[in-house]
C-alpha cells in the first residue's frame, strides 16, 4: 500500500480578520454645527424639565398615600369580614343548639298535643331568633360596607387632589 502525503499549501491570500474576529469598520465622523439655542428657547425647555420634575414628585407622593390607603382599606375589610364571619358561626351555633333542645324536648313529650305545642312554640321562638340574627348580619354588613368604602371615598379624594 503506498501512502499518500500531503504537503500543506501556503495561504496565497491574506485575511484582514481572523476566522472568528468580527471585522472592524471605523465609524464616521459627524461634526455637530455649533448651533446657540435663543434663551427663550432654553428658558422654556428649563421650565418644562422643572415642571415634569414637579409632576412626577406629586404623582409618586400621591401613589404613595394611593397605596398605604388602600392597605388600610384592606386590613379594614379584612378584620369586617373577619367579624362577620364569627357572628354567623355563632348564630350557626345558637341554632344548632336550639334544634338539638328541641330535638330533646321532643323526645320527652308524652302525647301528641303536647309534640304539637312543643313544634309551634320552636317554631316561633326560632322565626324571631333567625329575625334577630338576620338584622344583626345585615347592620354588621352594612357597617363593614361603610368602614371600608368612606376611607377609599376621601383618601381617593385627597389622592387625586393632590395629583392634579
Do not use: W
Not at 480578520?17 to 465609524?27: C, Q, R, Y
Not at 320552636?122 to 334577630?132: C, D, L, N, P, V
Amino acid at each position: 500500500m503506498a501512502e499518500a502525503t500531503t504537503t500543506p499549501k501556503a495561504k496565497t491570500s491574506k485575511s484582514a480578520v481572523g476566522p472568528f474576529e468580527m471585522p472592524k469598520f471605523e465609524m464616521p465622523k459627524f461634526d455637530i454645527p455649533n448651533v446657540e439655542m435663543p434663551a427663550a428657547f432654553r428658558e422654556f425647555a428649563e421650565r418644562g424639565v422643572a415642571q415634569a420634575k414637579d409632576t412626577y414628585e406629586k404623582m409618586k407622593a400621591a401613589a404613595e398615600e394611593a397605596t398605604d390607603m388602600i392597605e388600610t382599606t384592606y386590613s379594614t375589610a379584612s378584620k369586617g369580614a373577619s367579624d362577620y364571619g364569627l357572628k354567623m358561626i355563632e348564630a350557626a351555633r345558637a341554632n344548632t343548639n336550639a334544634a338539638f333542645d328541641f330535638a330533646g324536648e321532643l323526645l320527652g313529650a308524652k302525647t301528641l298535643s303536647e309534640v304539637v305545642e312543643l313544634s309551634s312554640a320552636h317554631a316561633r321562638k326560632q322565626f324571631e331568633t333567625m329575625t334577630q340574627q338576620g338584622k344583626e348580619l345585615s347592620a354588621l354588613a352594612q357597617k363593614l360596607a361603610a368602614d371600608t368604602a368612606e376611607p377609599m371615598k376621601t383618601g381617593m379624594g385627597k389622592v387625586f387632589g393632590k395629583a392634579s
